[in-house]
């Protein structure tokens, strides 16, 4: 006699997955009312943080300067002024390498009030016309395609033209950290896409941190960034420390 095909199945499948219970679970991956639902995270505990006046309008200058109608990303928006905020009450200035045209860092300068901190600078640095191949590893080449990037230099001097506590650094990396006079460090953000001119940046910021301050590394968590992700756990490895990985994406370093 022909065996059917649910003998078959029987057979071959483990229990649970012929329980309908198995499949209706699998579907309902979160238990709860979604209370955010953007950029691969989906979370139901309390984001009223993501509605503060004050983020809000930080949020929107910063979609007005950058990429973020097509991206919103309010929650790895709002890790980056955390870590900022952070670093307001710091000794030391602030450094973003990987800028494009400035969203993340326009949004910062107003949640912060930066033109109410003359004791402290923020360099933006960044080649303002996408990222040089010769920045990616044979490997980093391999897993993805470099994005192009339209120039955006002229930009950010607009954006940033009423903060004169903002310095635009337009190169390489690492050929213009040099540009970076500070001694003292409170708030660094890395996003450059490629691992060897991060390295270089956190290698070279590093000794100028001040206890307290975070590096944010914006792509660590991410597909593609396996290379960054090993690179800087390494890194963290041989300063004592290690990367706290935000859901996210981003990973954290805070200097001891």
Same mark, same amino acid.
């Given at each position: 006699?022909?065996? +059917?095909?649910?003998? /078959?199945?029987?057979?071959?499948?483990?229990?649970?997955?012929?329980?309908?219970?198995?499949?209706?679970?699998? &579907?309902?991956?979160?238990?709860?009312?979604?209370?955010?639902?953007?950029?691969? !995270? &989906?979370?139901?505990?309390?984001?009223?943080?993501?509605?503060?006046?004050?983020?809000?309008? $930080?949020? @929107? =200058?910063?979609?007005?300067?950058?990429?973020?109608?097509?991206?919103?990303? #309010?929650?790895? %928006?709002?890790? %980056?002024?955390?870590? $900022?905020?952070?670093? @307001?009450?710091?000794?030391?200035? /602030?450094?973003?390498?990987?800028?494009?045209?400035?969203?993340? +860092?326009?949004?910062?300068? #107003? &949640? =912060?009030?930066?033109?109410?901190?003359?004791?402290? @600078?923020? &360099?933006?640095?960044?080649? /303002?016309?996408?990222?040089?191949?010769? +920045? !990616? +590893?044979d490997e980093e080449l391999r897993s993805r395609r470099p994005a192009k990037y339209e120039p955006s230099y002229e930009r950010v001097k607009a954006t940033f033209s009423a903060y004169p506590n903002v310095t635009i650094v337009r190169g390489m990396i690492p050929d213009t950290l040099a540009e970076v006079k500070s001694e003292k460090v409170a708030y660094l953000s890395l996003d450059m896409n490629a691992a060897a001119p991060e390295i270089a940046a956190a290698e070279y910021f590093w000794p100028k941190m001040v206890s307290g301050a975070v590096i944010v590394l914006d792509d660590y968590g991410w597909a593609g960034a396996e290379v960054q992700r090993r690179e800087f756990d390494a890194f963290a490895a041989r300063h004592g420390v290690r990367v706290f990985p935000v859901p996210t994406g981003q990973g954290l370093i805070f200097k001891p």
């Open positions: 006699m022909k065996e +059917s095909t649910k003998e /078959f199945l029987k057979k071959v499948l483990p229990d649970f997955v012929l329980n309908p219970i198995y499949w209706l679970r699998s &579907y309902s991956l979160v238990k709860g009312t979604l209370n955010y639902r953007q950029d691969g !995270l &989906y979370v139901t505990c309390n984001t009223a943080f993501l509605r503060e006046p004050k983020f809000v309008e $930080a949020f @929107r =200058l910063g979609r007005e300067a950058g990429i973020l109608n097509d991206t919103p990303i #309010h929650y790895r %928006a709002y890790i %980056a002024c955390w870590a $900022a905020l952070k670093g @307001r009450d710091l000794e030391g200035d /602030f450094v973003e390498c990987g800028v494009y045209r400035g969203a993340m +860092s326009r949004m910062i300068v #107003h &949640y =912060l009030d930066f033109q109410d901190l003359p004791q402290k @600078r923020f &360099y933006l640095l960044d080649t /303002f016309s996408g990222i040089p191949v010769q +920045s !990616l +590893s």
